[in-house]
């Protein structure tokens, strides 16, 4: 596909490759590796290694990159157009998730797609149904069965049986091992061993017809299917160039699939990944596909690499070497700016206060909003900031989750004062009257099937008046005897309320009488998720007890705060997202609050994929990071001691310095504006023609005296 001599035919839009870029773009190896440090431009070099290839005229449908996440995959669409690859080309080059494109083979296979099911939510039934013939069908050996049914057994099934099958444990043994000495081999008790098979029956369907598929089925499915049937690697598109991205997040079952893509004759491959940012290790994500899977299958795989991070500076480069005591550097001639903030201790609306004082100093010195991102531990920890922003007049916007207002638990909340005030009308959107009617339901446990639901939202979205005697009639449907009586009372209670009662106190009353944590542990499978849930109703009720408003004008402020947070601005807005989703992302400004013990690292998972996770949020950062952490040092984060800020400091300035004085212009290419008349005169006098970006250049280094007249701006 590349010759070692030829030069590079793709010639990116705005920067130079540098050397260590040139070699993995023009590589000519069947596997390439690239093993780097966040910001090293490993996406940006992938995109590089698929420029070139439809330079050399692969056509862009010939070319398939893989990602795992739709974060990772929007930032790869991203990369290839601003490296210079016009849309209209990069729109046909197949940017895919493995879940993604595993459901596209397995449909041609199959002929049809199964039921997608991607909560926790949606899975329980089956779940359910799964236990039930556990402990029906092995009543032989029951001694040794530990039935439990309660969400958080349910919420730990459904991780384990991910685990099992990502990294693709559940395969065929020997007819002589029994059941018992199975699950031993896989570490886990025999109930979820058997309980996994019995799901697995379950959701493989009769007749050969997948019945639905959760999180990470497909690639499972997909990566099964070729190993039972050879037959089907026929059915992968054949491509001639595959680019991985992001392949610390490889597992058994995805690298099984890249391993029968890579069967395919005259195809290539380079992939690039960065083992400090493995956040995904519950998925099987292992950093054992990257240092020694592929060359133990590949023995004439290269790797390259590079060195140098191009997203910021030395200051934050140094900081990440202290905290992850690896190398890392930057060539970068800027100083970017790590600065510190402190909130009183456990005062999250200080800590909040703080994050808009950074973003008011940012846009004070005329920088825009829109480079601006807060990245968040957890979304309850929006509530705060989300008011904070408000207050300050800031507009913002919520990325891969909903505002605070709009969540199912504070819907709920909203849904009862509706019910105390009678005045859903003057919730101006429709789509939120229904989600209002949505999360009574919900957390009032009614057992609304799909049509019902459907019924009841439309019916009341359109006539809101009738909410309060609906919602009394159908709370006789309440699946439980103790939810009816509990949410019957609160009902009541908010109906005798005159609007002048105190909000803060009356919504507290309301999570009191119906325990409203309770049932947030019954309705979310995932406690993770009820804990999250539990904060957020806190924080919403603190926001209205600190209000000191009634029960009328905490509604009129809530209406308010919801057309605030529904302006769309396109731009002068800060971004909140949560840290998970920034992955592969980059802003000029990030800032990361609530920085505590607790917070983050969270206590309820993996320390070393929460010291990946800060790893992965503090290197979106080019131009400045702004870490927010309590005043007592004791209760800080101990990631920000880590960074050894005040050690690195001095060498940081020197290295900008040592960077500035080695920086120079580099002459870049210049392109023209030809008619297709004009152009075999410009080839004649040595303009070269770019077939990715279609556009006739003239090198860089030329004269371009005689181009004068194809000048795109005289
Ligand atoms: N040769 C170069 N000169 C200057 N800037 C560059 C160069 N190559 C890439 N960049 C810039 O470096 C930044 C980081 O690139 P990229 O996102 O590709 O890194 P990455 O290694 O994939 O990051 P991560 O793993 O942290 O997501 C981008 O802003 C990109 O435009």
Redesign the pocket.
Same mark, same amino acid.
């Given at each position: 596909m590349t010759s070692k001599t030829s030069p590079a035919r793709f010639v990116p839009h705005g920067? $130079?490759?540098?050397v260590e870029?040139q070699k993995i773009q023009l590589s000519q190896h069947r596997v390439t590796l690239i093993e780097?440090?966040?910001?090293?431009?490993?996406?940006?070099?992938l995109a590089l290694r698929v420029g070139e290839a439809i330079a050399r005229g692969v056509k862009p449908e010939q070319i398939l990159a893989l990602v795992f996440t739709p974060e990772a995959r929007e $930032?790869m669409e991203k990369?290839l157009v601003?490296i210079g690859i016009p849309y209209s080309t990069s729109a046909q080059i197949h940017v895919r998730t493995f879940e993604q494109f595993a459901t596209e083979v397995l449909k041609a296979i199959e002929g049809a797609s199964a039921t997608p099911l991607t909560t926790a939510n949606a899975l329980k039934p089956h779940a359910l149904a799964a236990i039930e013939q556990v402990s029906e069908g092995y009543a032989g050996i029951a001694e040794f069965l530990d039935i439990n049914t309660h969400n958080i057994a349910i919420s730990q099934f459904l991780d384990g049986q991910l685990r099992l099958k990502a990294t693709m444990a559940l395969e065929r043994w020997d007819d002589d091992t029994s059941l018992q000495e199975k699950a031993e081999r896989l570490s886990i008790p025999l109930t979820d061993y058997l309980w996994t098979l019995e799901y697995e029956r379950i959701r493989q369907g009769n007749f050969e017809e997948v019945l639905f598929r959760g999180p990470f089925d497909a690639t499972y499915d997909l990566a099964c299917q070729l190993h039972d049937f050879p037959d089907s690697k026929n059915a992968l598109p054949h491509y001639r160039l595959v680019v991985g991205?992001?392949l610390h997040d490889l597992n058994e079952a995805s690298f099984r699939i890249l391993e029968a893509l890579l069967a395919i004759d005259e195809l290539y491959f380079v992939g690039?990944g960065?083992k400090d940012?493995v956040i995904y290790s519950s998925h099987g994500a292992d950093e054992s596909y990257l240092n020694h899977r592929f060359t133990d299958l590949y023995p004439g795989s290269v790797r390259y690499p590079?060195t140098m991070?191009?997203?910021h500076g030395p200051h934050l480069a140094y900081a990440m070497e202290a905290f992850k005591q690896k190398p890392v550097d930057s060539s970068l001639p800027v100083s970017t700016v790590i600065d510190q903030r402190h909130y009183h201790d456990r005062d999250h609306d200080d800590c909040a206060a703080q994050a808009v004082a950074a973003i008011k100093k940012w846009k004070s010195e005329k920088l825009p909003l829109e480079a601006c991102a807060i990245l968040l531990r957890d979304r309850h920890q929006s509530v705060a900031i989300e008011n904070a922003l408000m207050h300050a007049g800031i507009a913002y916007r919520t990325q891969g989750m909903q505002g605070y207002l709009q969540r199912e638990e504070i819907l709920f909340l909203r849904g009862m004062m509706a019910i105390a005030l009678k005045n859903l009308s003057a919730v101006q959107s429709e789509g939120v009257r229904k989600a209002i009617v949505e999360s009574l339901a919900i957390f009032g446990e009614i057992g609304f099937n799909a049509h019902d639901m459907n019924f009841a939202r439309n019916a009341i979205a359109q006539d809101p008046d009738i909410l309060n005697s609906f919602f009394s009639g159908q709370l006789q449907r309440s699946r439980s005897d103790k939810a009816r009586a509990r949410i019957s009372d609160a009902v009541s209670y908010m109906e005798t309320l005159l609007a002048d009662a105190p909000a803060g106190a009356v919504l507290q009353e309301v999570c009191d009488r119906i325990d409203l944590e309770a049932v947030a542990r019954r309705i979310y499978v995932n406690p993770h998720d009820a804990a999250v849930v539990a904060k957020s109703v806190q924080g919403f009720i603190e926001v209205a007890r600190k209000s000191a408003m009634n029960l009328r004008e905490f509604s009129e402020w809530i209406g308010a705060a919801d057309a605030f947070a529904s302006s769309r601005k396109s731009k002068g807005f800060v971004l909140l997202e949560c840290a998970v989703n920034a992955?592969?992302?980059?802003f000029d400004h990030v800032i990361l609050p609530f920085l505590e013990t607790g917070e983050f690292p969270s206590l309820l998972r993996d320390i070393k994929e929460e010291e990946n996770l800060f790893y992965?949020v503090a290197?979106?950062a080019?131009a400045r990071l702004t870490l927010i952490s309590p005043q007592d040092e004791a209760r800080r984060s101990p990631f920000i001691g880590r960074m050894e800020l005040a050690s690195t400091r001095s060498r940081a300035h020197a290295a900008v310095q040592s960077n500035l004085a080695q920086a120079t212009v580099v002459p870049s290419r210049l392109d023209l504006s030809v008619s297709y008349a004009d152009k075999d005169l410009v080839k004649a006098l040595g303009a070269q023609w770019d077939a990715t970006r279609k556009v006739w250049y003239v090198k860089a280094g030329l004269d371009t005296k005689p181009f004068e007249q194809w000048f795109r701006e005289k």
């Open positions: 920067f $130079v490759p540098t870029q780097a440090n966040a910001g090293a431009a490993k996406t940006t070099t $930032v990369r601003e991205d992001e690039a960065d940012q590079l991070t191009y997203r992955k592969g992302k980059e992965v290197t979106r080019k």
